[in-house]
């Protein structure tokens, strides 16, 4: 028996990189998923590869009513949701010195507080069993020159699952921390350049950058009972990179 199977699983940031990366696993181990991202023709393609057992919702996690949208889909739909993969963010560089309220605010809108709706407004259709995931990273714990607003958001994110942890006491809901390392996404290479983003893999103890298919595998330990006394956690897959 594959371990999601009957399961339904929501996926933001889906259309490509670790959201996508993800949501293949999901499928692959009996899920039906909902992908949910701003590109519709990245949404198109995603689709192409995850066959019927998926469906594609557009909008954006910064925008109220288009997470309305995505969850009275599933509503309708499926009746239910088993597992939210909160992984829509954004980053981008710049030192301190030359922060703008408009970089401040477009980065914390996407990686906080569209995290925090996408999780609140799925609690109504979730219940025992369920497991919520949100994406973290390793810069939530390692100081990173000119890249402080989005490590400041993944920090953010790292308590937020502590704090909830505490919040869904009793309704068999689970919440982890999924935290990449450098990972080859289109967002991590159009940020740092290829060249750059092999250099760092390079760094790591393993020795190079992880592939989305190996975060999705984690991802999918995590949407599972396989992690059932999991919940508060952080769980790195970082070929090491914070870790020594």
């Known amino acids: 028996m594959k371990r999601l199977d009957g399961k339904t699983a929501v996926v933001t940031g889906g259309g490509s990189g670790i959201g996508l990366g993800a949501a293949k696993r999901f499928v692959e181990e009996g899920a039906f998923v909902y992908i949910f991202g701003r590109r519709q023709a990245a949404l198109d393609a995603a689709l192409a590869e995850l066959g019927p057992n998926a469906r ?39 030192p301190l010195g030359e922060i703008t309220p408009e970089h401040f605010d477009e980065t914390f809108d996407a990686n906080v507080r569209g995290l925090v709706f996408t999780v609140q407004k799925a609690l109504p259709l979730m219940g025992q069993g369920g497991s919520i995931i949100l994406t973290g990273s390793t810069t939530g714990v390692m100081g990173t020159p000119a890249f402080s607003i989005y490590s400041a958001t993944k920090a953010a994110v790292r308590n937020l699952a502590r704090s909830w942890a505490l919040d869904l006491q009793g309704t068999g809901i689970r ?40 975060t999705g595998a984690v991802a999918a330990f995590l949407a599972s009972a396989d992690s059932s006394f999991m919940t508060g956690g952080e769980v790195f897959v970082d070929g090491g990179m914070a870790q020594v």
């Open 56 to 94: 594609a919702v557009a909008g954006s996690v910064t925008d109220l009513a288009d997470l309305d949208r995505l969850y009275e889909t599933v509503k309708a739909e499926r009746g239910s949701v088993d597992v939210v993969f909160a992984n829509a963010g954004t980053g981008s560089f710049a």
């Open 175 to 214: 919440v982890n921390v999924l935290s990449p390392g450098p990972t080859r996404t289109d967002l991590a290479v159009g940020v740092v350049g290829e060249e750059a983003m092999e250099a760092l893999g390079a760094t790591t103890p393993i020795g190079r950058i992880g592939e989305p298919s190996e």
